[in-house]
């Protein structure tokens, strides 16, 4: 039988995970959320722009938790919003039904989650015997899941560094753009990203799972960054961005063992293709890559990257995570503690 699930979210990637979900012979569809109520009572494929598929939209939890579904499949906005996301989960946990979610870092590695946010969601897992995981793709699947793979091909290793590496000129969001990045801004402008604590809040949940499969404890964390500026006005998505402004944002975020990093998570964000040598970029001529880099005993690089419809690279881990998370123990589980999933029954021929 079909697990059944309900979906929450129809943005860029949740859109495309709630197709994925319908033309999954494996899932069926029972309950969609949305939070636009303008959206309520609207066919869920209508809302994604393909046929309709007989569920209607509703902007109710209620309505949904008491559907009892195999599986919450949580594509809700987290954005401003971490704990309220979290939250969301926890009447679906209490009722039975297990959660894999694509926000909530926090949740990312259950040791290192804040105490009152582990024991809410082990809490409703102990009273559902339900099972919740989370699955993104910075910090997620890409940055983590694929890292850990990697190490197979170690044996001693000096630094582990995972790397996102993106063109950016085509978002439209500005003010993420311009005001989290820092495009389009002066050279004495701080991003948010580095004033607001988000990286560390985002990025520590990897490098301490990194840490736990690498057998090391993290002395401490470093944050170091640095931009290039447009030398010509450019259009993106968002606007423009002026010369002299910021065009490329790099982030290092360290873990310290022995006094050294040992692992290290960086982007390398633009907003313009011609970024000065220096930086990291994906080796094929795509517009985003992700890099595993090892430095050790071998040394060595593996790079997912990818052109179009990346938004399923974001997205299909957690859908595929699905019958898994239904197979595990109850609890709130990390990357390590449900066994390995993929597509399946899904060859096109």
Known sequence: MPLRVVHSGTGNVGRFALESIINNPELELVGH?????????KDSGDLIGIAPVGIKATNDWNELVALKADCLN??????????????????????????????????AHPPTTPPAQRKLIEDACAKGQSTCFFTGIDPGWATTDLA????????????????ELGYFGQYSAEMAMRDYFGFGRDADYTPIFVAGGFIEKYWSPTLYQLAEVLGVE???????????????????????????????VNFEFQAIVNGKPVIIVEHVDCVTRDIDPRWNKPHA??????????????????ELSYGDHSEFLSGAPVMNAIPAVCRASPGLKGPLDIERYWTTGRVIT
Do not use: H
């Open 285 to 302: 001529p795509v517009d985003m890559a992700y890099r595993i880099a090892v430095t050790g005993k071998p040394s060595f690089e593996l």
């Open 218 to 248: 993290i002395e401490e964390t470093r944050l170091v960054w640095d931009r290039e500026f447009a030398k010509e006005d450019l259009e993106c998505g968002f606007g423009i961005v002026k010369a002299g402004t910021c065009c490329v």
């Open 74 to 107: 949580y594509f809700g906005n987290s954005t401003g919003r971490e704990d309220e996301a979290i939250e969301d989960l926890v009447p679906f946990l209490e009722a039975g039904t297990n959660v894999v979610t694509f926000s909530g870092f926090a949740l």
């Open 33 to 41: 959320y949305v939070s636009d109520p303008a959206k309520a009572g």
């Open 148 to 163: 850990i793979a990697a190490l197979a091909c170690a044996d001693q290793v000096e630094c582990i560094r995972v790397s």
